[in-house]
């Protein structure tokens, strides 16, 4: 059973840095998969951030891209999000996930990021 | 490509018939849709995948259909645990993008 796990602060500042990991289990990141984050608000409904493959090859939602960084921790089996210059409108739920094909096949449960002072 | 979901809502009662529509702006090549369900505080489910397949494990009273960048997700009778927001996603081009969503509700 694949599942993926968010984690990191609930609570950033305004022109502060996001972090986020996603723990992988049963499934290792080395697989043939590209692995994928999401954020979803109710400005912007589902938003594609952007994705990586084991590589370290990635691909970034050219209206984040100077600001976002995702990396690979093979020995951990986990991937990473940094957004840095965060404001108001980085306040999302955020997502990782798992592409099969392309497809979002297994999803983690979600962490709330605030942007706030 | 834009995704374009109707309605944006949809009243109806357990035992009724869901059919909700999702527009493409192009064309999706190899018929890479899929739908989602999400209810609240969870994550989206994988439902549908290449517009008729059906996941693991998904009940048969939901199916999905194509009809050129016309798609729609069809629950054949509904049971109160799908009142959801359902939403489609294409992922054949990049980057992938979803739809906005229609919130099934009890009518």
């Known amino acids: 059973q694949v599942q993926l796990q968010e984690s990191g602060p609930g609570l950033v500042k305004p022109s502060g840095t996001l972090s986020l990991t996603c723990a992988v289990s049963g499934a290792s990141i080395t697989d043939n998969n590209w692995w994928l984050w999401v954020r979803q608000s109710p400005e912007k409904g589902l938003e594609w951030i952007g994705e990586?493959?084991?590589?370290?090859?990635?691909n970034y939602n050219p209206s984040l891209k100077s600001r976002l960084t995702m990396l690979l921790d093979k020995s951990k089996n986990e991937f990473s999000l940094r957004l840095t210059s965060v404001t108001a409108a980085d306040t999302a739920m955020y997502y990782c996930?798992?592409?099969?094909?392309?497809?979002?096949?297994?999803w983690g449960q979600g962490t709330l990021v605030t942007v706030s002072s | 490509i834009v995704l374009t979901q109707s309605p944006g809502t949809l009243s109806l009662s357990p035992g009724e018939r869901a059919t909700l529509s999702c527009r493409a702006s192009h064309s999706l090549s190899d018929s890479y849709l899929a739908w989602y369900q999400q209810k609240p505080g969870q994550a989206p489910r994988l439902l549908i995948f290449g517009a008729s397949n059906r996941a693991t494990g998904i009940p048969d009273r939901f199916s999905g259909s194509e009809s050129g960048t016309d798609f729609t997700l069809t629950i054949s009778r509904l049971e109160p645990e799908d009142f959801a927001v359902y939403y489609c996603?294409?992922?054949?081009?990049?980057?992938?993008?979803f739809g906005g969503g229609t919130k099934l509700e009890i009518k």
């Open positions: 990586i493959y084991h590589s370290g090859s990635t």
């Open positions: 996603q294409q992922y054949g081009h990049s980057p992938l993008t």
């Open positions: 996930a798992r592409l099969t094909g392309g497809l979002p096949d297994y």
